[in-house]
């Protein structure tokens, strides 16, 4: 794969001055990220950024966030998925939901300096996902078979 940098219409963006501004004038009313909160509630915080036109996604690729397992509910597994190529994704991260934020932040910070904070680490984290995201798809979108029963039918 080449090393190419993506345009930016290939990389999720994080609308951070509006969603600060929507966190501290209560618009938003997404919750907080404290040592309760789980993976479910993560992505319901990505969710509503999404729909309130915060978080603008590649064409055709999401974000989905599972937990690493099931007595690990605050350890969120990053995954980057195609909507049209149901076998191109990719993990790019598995971390606790709090380390997605400094130290400074998470101690200190208020709820919109966390949530802010996380959801930037998120999106940079799948954004490295996006170009192998893509290039499973053109992988797989020219795949006619898998190559050991291709070279049998020859």
Same mark, same amino acid.
């Given at each position: ?11 999720? !963006? ?49 974000? #989905? ?13 990053? !995954? ?49 996902? #996006? ?10 979108? !020219?795949? !006619?078979? #898998? ?8």
């Amino acid at each position: 794969m080449a090393d190419k940098v993506p345009d930016s219409s290939e990389l999720f !963006t994080l609308d951070e001055r509006k969603l600060r501004r929507a966190l501290e004038r209560g618009d938003a009313k997404l919750g907080c990220i404290d040592h309760f909160t789980d993976v479910e509630d993560l992505a319901g915080i990505l969710q509503a950024v999404q729909v309130a036109s915060l978080l603008k996604a590649p064409q055709g690729i999401e974000i #989905v966030l599972y937990p690493s397992g099931v007595d690990e509910r605050g350890v969120a597994v990053i !995954t980057v998925l195609s909507l049209s190529e149901p076998n191109a994704h990719v993990v790019v991260a598995s971390e606790p939901i709090l380390k997605l934020a400094s130290s400074e932040t998470r101690d200190q910070g208020s709820d919109a300096d966390r949530i802010v904070e996380v959801l930037q680490s998120v999106t940079e984290l799948a954004c490295e996902g #996006v170009p192998l995201v893509r290039e499973l798809e053109r992988f797989r979108s !020219t795949d !006619t078979a #898998v190559p050991s029963v291709a070279a049998r039918l020859e």
